[in-house]
């Protein structure tokens, strides 16, 4: 199968498809989480941020996007792969704004060749009390990237097509003393793609294979 860029941009942007939400984030989704509700949400006051799917063309023509590993640091999400993003600020005039803002911080890309044509749907991250709006957007040009030191270990590309094609499988983790059996996607060397990352990606497959027949 090969995937163009302009024309997956063009494909995504005109879709009316309805966004599958919870019934792609539940096949993701660690045993102990259970689904939210809006009013529940909103009684938690919960802080607003945003996450970005980059796509981009590399020098061989293959799609790809960025996810990034978090550096190590004192909290929930440490050393944990994510997608670009962060948390709304006052100057953001939008949640799309504040995807790209972040983007641009934590991969060193240029602003102005990011154009968001999708968001999927939001959803809830009760360890840290945020509700996340994840967009997917177009990177014009091959990125160089330049990770931020601060929050960024390294950044690993995804292939979209690879990824497309991929089966998430189980593994273990230990929580507080227990070990946990939690879904995710091997990025290699035991390194895994889990958590609200890994159900907002899979939203994404989802919704990309109704939109190309697949």
Known sequence: MYLDLEEL????SESVEPLTGWESHEKLSPPYRQKY?????????????????????????????????????DGTHSHQFSLPGGQFEEQDISFDETAIRETVEELGVEYENIEVIKQLSEIYIPPSNFLVYPYIGVYHGEPNFAPEEREVEYIAPIDLEAFLNADFEVFEREFSGQTVEIPGYNIGDEEYLWG???????????????????
């Open 196 to 214: 609200a990352t890994a159900m907002i990606l899979e939203e994404f497959k989802d919704y990309l294979k109704i939109v190309l027949n697949l």
């Open 37 to 73: 509700d809006i009013e529940y949400i909103k009684r938690t006051n919960p802080k607003q941020a945003s996450v970005m799917i980059l796509l981009y063309q590399n020098e061989f023509g293959e799609i790809e996007f960025p996810i990034t590993m978090r550096v190590d640091y």
């Open 9 to 12: 941009k063009y494909l995504l």
